[in-house]
């Protein structure tokens, strides 16, 4: 897991492939709602903001498919992620325990005073 | 560079010469707290177990920490009332060479008696391990641990592996480095195991990681907290991918549990997770419980990769925050150490910041002092557990 920087052709800069095996890639610097990126040689239209560290599909993504990065499987999808789009709890789930997050929480009860 | 540090009866070396306030109970917090209060910039650290009902592990870890090498004397607090087994724990610091005094407050008369007779005492022992002289001291005199927290998906990216070339230097020279939280290698159980010294100890690094994920699922939920998705990591395999490459690239030479000491230079992993069926709740309730799992194995600091932005120091070792996130890192840098984010802008290599880090650690030995030390940082957490000793395979080599 040497984790050296990896350009993948056709894809923007501001997007990491950890590993040739990957079907996701790391956001290193935030994309903003509205920009259109390169991924993996097509253009893509940002839906929603994307934080540094996140992920972006690499390419389209089956229901039920292992996730890799690293080059190993980190989870598994739950829906169609379509390239560029926003890969996370939404739509991959752990192989192993369920991922508690505070996801959609801020929205429901509204920022923390 | 010159590294000092202070020459111990059993011949470990401390960087730093520490009084520890060490209550018993959590009734006794209050007298223990205040007793340093007047001592609160001069290495007078507090530590504790809250619980009034006997825990071997729990003794064990009190034993550890008050005999560690950065450790000068000990002023126990004791309600008076409370399980914990005083006599043996003032014994054996007695007998590693260090001043220790108990303070029973039922039998000292109060509060107000208790906090007056422990100041004294730490008055004067402060006095007596300031005039100590020090002894040159290598790096194979040092153990140090890491720990990440607060991370996100730049951890595993940046600070992590940059915290694992800095153990690959540390290990080359002759240091004993110790990497933990099983429940943070689960998926990469079967990579880890084939890094061992032997095929027997491979199969105790691979049963240690099973117990985790065991005892995980039982709880019904992961080592994750909702801050590391908000961070980007989406499960506890991403999570533990990242957090493995803490443990750098040297082979791992044993698998030890709280209170072990590594016999020898080296990298080891510190089984975190309790032995038998569930009966305390999580295995560690937050990072500190971590940190103090890592020292009591005697580490002199502990590395803390960080991405979300932890704060958090401790008591009795220096924590060095690494930071792996370039945002949190300019929004936080009086917290952090080391930028392992700017990586990530191109301005510096996982090489450059793991040599940076590991100069961080031994200029510790060299009047360095760490940014939580610099901010008063002295968190502690001990809870109940239980474990079983380890196993003969775990240590090869005796």
Known sequence: ?113 | MTMQGYLRADGRKGIRNTVVIAYLVECAHHVAREVAMPFRDSDVHVIGFPGCYPNSYAETMMERLCTHPNVGAVLLVSLGCESFNKYKLAHLIRESGRAVHTIVIQSTGGTRKSIGEGQAFVAEQRAALDDMATVPMEASDLIIGTVCGGSDGTSGITGNPAAGRAFDLLVQQGAACIFEETGELIGCEHIMASRAITASLGLELEASVAKAAKYYATLGYGSFAAGNAEGGLTTIEEKSMGAYAKSGASPISGLIKPGDIPPRGGLYLLDVVPDGEVRFGFPNINDNAEIAELIACGSHAVLFVTGRGSVVGSAISPVIKICANPETYRRMADDMDVNAGRILEGAGTLDEVGREIRDVVLNLAAGGRTKSEELGHQEFVLTYKTFAPIGPACLPGG
């Open chain 1, 1 to 113: 897991m040497a984790q050296e920087d990896t350009l993948d052709p056709g894809t923007d800069p501001r997007l990491l492939l950890l590993d040739d095996r990957d079907n996701v890639l790391v956001v290193r610097a935030r994309l903003c709602a509205g920009e259109t990126v390169q991924v993996s040689g097509g253009a893509v239209s940002v839906a929603a903001d994307v934080p540094l560290g996140h992920k972006i599909a690499r390419r389209d993504i089956m229901p039920g498919t292992k996730i890799f990065k690293y080059g190993a499987p980190i989870g598994s999808t739950t829906t169609l992620i379509r390239t560029g789009e926003h890969a996370h709890v939404h739509n991959i789930k752990s192989d192993y325990t369920p991922t508690y997050s505070l996801e959609g929480e801020a929205a429901r009860y509204g920022e923390a005073p």
